[in-house]
C-alpha cells in the first residue's frame, strides 16, 4: 500500500472508500443521537402550551463536523500514527541523549515563580476588585483540582488502584472543617489535619473490603463508596442538613487575624481599604502550599521502600506477592495518603466556599479528577498538573462562550454544550498522546552503573 505521507493526493482507493464509509457511518450515528437533543427545543408560550421548535442548521452543522472529521482521521491520522508505530518497532532500540535547554531544566522553579508573581500581577492590571475572579476561578479553582489529581495520583498512577469514588474523601474533609467549625468552634489551622487524619481513616475502612478486588471490580466498589457517601450527607438531616447544605462556615484566618473590618481584622490592622480580595490572594497563596506539600511528600514516598512497592503492586500483584511485599499494607497506605490529601482539598473547600451541600460531591467530580490523572500521565506529577490547567481553565473559558450566540442565535446556551466540547477534546488528546501530556513510568530506582555478566551465567540451563 502507498504511503499517504509521502504522496499526498493519491491515497488509494480502499483507504478512501474506508474513509468516506466511516464518515457516513459517524454522520448517521451523530444523526441519531443528536436528532432529539439538539434537533428540537421544546418551549411554553403564555397558556402553557408546549411548542416545539425545530433547528435543522445547528443539527447540520454537528453532523457535518462529525462527518468531516471522521473521514481526515481514517485519510491522513490513522495511516500517519501507523507509520509512526512501524517506524518506531522497526528502528534499533538506543536512546539518543539530548541536551536539555534553560527552560526544560528549570521549568518547575519557573513555574513556581510565575505562580509566586501571580496575584501581584493580576492585582496591577486589573485592580483588586477586578483581580477577584481571575485570582479565584483561574487560580485557586484550578490549584485545588492540582491537589485532588495528585492526591489520586497515589492510589491510580503508583499503586495502579482504579479509584472512582474519590469525591468522596474530598467530601469527607469538606463536611469535618464545615461541622466541626460551625459546633464546636474550632479553628482551620486546627481543623485541616484533623480533617486530613479523619478522611485518611475513611480511606483505610474502603481499602479493608477491596484488598482481593482489581480492575473492573474495584472500581464498581469505589464507586459505590462515593454514591453511599453522598446520600448518607443527603439523608443524615439532623445533621448534614440535608441537600440545604451548611452554611456561614467560619473562615480561614491568618493565624487568628480574621480577613474583616473589625478592630483586630487584617484591613484595620495593615491600614488597607475594605476588599475581599486580600482574602482570596491569601486563600491562593494557601492552596498553592498545600500543593507543594503534597508534591514533595509524593516525591519523598515515591522513593522510599514504600513508593516502590506500589509501583511493583501497579506493575503485577502476583509477582509483588512473590517477592514477599504485603499488599494488604501497600494498599491501605496508598488508600489513606491519598485519602488524607483529599480531605485536604475538601477542608480548604469549606473554608473558601463558606457553604458546602451534597451536589459538590456527585460522581462527575471523581470522574473529572481521574481524566486529570490519566489525560496528565499516570504517575507524572508536572503532566498531572499541566492537564488540571488545561482542563479546568478551558472549562472556565468556555463558559464565557457568549460570542457564539452571533453564530447560533439566541436561543444557543454555551453550557449546554461545555462538556461535548470537552470531550471532543479529550479525545483529539488521547488519539496523539495516548500516554497522558507527559506519559512515562520510569521506575523510582535503578542501577546507575552498568554490570558485566559473566558468560557461564548465559548457558543453556543458567538463564
Known amino acids: 500500500m502507498a504511503n499517504v505521507l509521502s504522496e499526498p493526493g493519491k491515497a488509494p482507493a480502499s483507504l478512501l472508500v474506508k474513509a468516506v464509509r466511516e464518515a457516513m457511518f459517524a454522520g448517521l450515528l451523530t444523526l441519531g443521537l443528536f436528532v432529539l437533543y439538539i434537533g428540537f427545543k421544546t418551549d411554553q408560550d403564555i397558556s402553557n402550551t408546549l411548542i416545539i421548535y425545530g433547528r435543522p442548521g445547528l443539527l447540520a452543522i454537528f453532523v457535518a463536523i462529525a462527518v ?18 512501524d517506524a518506531r518497532a522497526l528502528s534499533p532500540a538506543r536512546e539518543i ?9 528549570h521549568f518547575l522553579k519557573i513555574a ?47 499503586a495502579g488502584l482504579l479509584d472512582l469514588g474519590y469525591v468522596a474523601f474530598y467530601a469527607v474533609g469538606a463536611y469535618s472543617y464545615a461541622l466541626l467549625s460551625s459546633y464546636y468552634g ?27 478486588l482489581r480492575g473492573d471490580y474495584l472500581a464498581i466498589v469505589t464507586l459505590a463508596f462515593g454514591e453511599i457517601i453522598r446520600l448518607v450527607l443527603i439523608n443524615w438531616t439532623d445533621v448534614t442538613k440535608g441537600t440545604f447544605g451548611i452554611s456561614s462556615i467560619p473562615k480561614a484566618t491568618l493565624f487568628g487575624i480574621p480577613f474583616d473590618n473589625s478592630p483586630g481584622g487584617f484591613n484595620k490592622m ?19 502550599a498545600l500543593c507543594m506539600l503534597t508534591a514533595y511528600v509524593t516525591i519523598r514516598l515515591r522513593r522510599m521502600p514504600i513508593g516502590r ?73 508536572t503532566g498531572i498538573a499541566v492537564a488540571a490547567i488545561v482542563m479546568t481553565g478551558g472549562t472556565e473559558l468556555l463558559r464565557e462562550m457568549e460570542f457564539l450566540k452571533h453564530v447560533f442565535g439566541n436561543d444557543f446556551t454555551p453550557e449546554l454544550y461545555r462538556m461535548l466540547l470537552f470531550g471532543l477534546a479529550m479525545v483529539t488528546v488521547m488519539i496523539f498522546k495516548p ?18 555478566v559473566s558468560g557461564s551465567f548465559t548457558k543453556e540451563g543458567h538463564g
Open 112 to 158: 513556581l515563580v510565575a505562580l509566586l508573581l501571580y496575584p501581584p500581577f493580576i492585582v496591577s492590571i486589573y485592580g483588586y476588585q477586578g483581580s477577584l475572579k481571575f485570582v479565584d476561578n483561574f487560580g485557586i479553582q484550578i490549584l485545588i483540582y492540582v491537589m485532588l489529581a495528585w492526591g489520586l495520583n497515589i492510589v491510580v498512577g503508583l
Open 186 to 212: 474550632l479553628s482551620f489551622w486546627l481543623l485541616l489535619p484533623i480533617s486530613g487524619i479523619l478522611a485518611a481513616f475513611w480511606g483505610i475502612i474502603l481499602g479493608f473490603p477491596v484488598l482481593r
Open 270 to 288: 495593615f491600614d488597607l481599604p475594605m476588599s475581599s480580595a486580600y482574602y482570596k490572594i491569601f486563600l491562593f497563596y494557601l492552596i498553592l
Open 68 to 85: 468531516v472529521g471522521r473521514f481526515l482521521v481514517v485519510l491522513f491520522v490513522q495511516p500517519w500514527v501507523k507509520a509512526r508505530r
Open 309 to 381: 512497592a506500589w509501583e511493583a503492586l501497579r506493575e503485577d500483584e502476583i509477582a509483588c506477592r512473590s517477592l514477599g511485599i504485603n499488599t494488604v499494607t501497600t494498599k491501605l497506605t496508598a488508600f489513606s495518603i491519598g485519602a488524607m490529601f483529599g480531605g485536604f482539598a475538601g477542608s480548604f473547600f469549606a473554608a473558601r466556599q463558606g457553604f458546602v451541600s451534597p451536589e459538590s460531591f456527585v460522581f462527575m467530580e471523581s470522574a473529572v479528577i481521574l481524566a486529570i490523572v490519566v489525560l496528565g500521565g499516570m504517575g507524572s506529577l
Open 97 to 105: 541523549e539530548t541536551e536539555k535547554g534553560f527552560f526544560h531544566k
Open 435 to 452: 500516554r497522558g501530556f507527559v506519559g512515562s513510568r520510569q521506575p523510582s530506582a535503578f542501577l546507575k552503573e552498568k554490570k558485566a
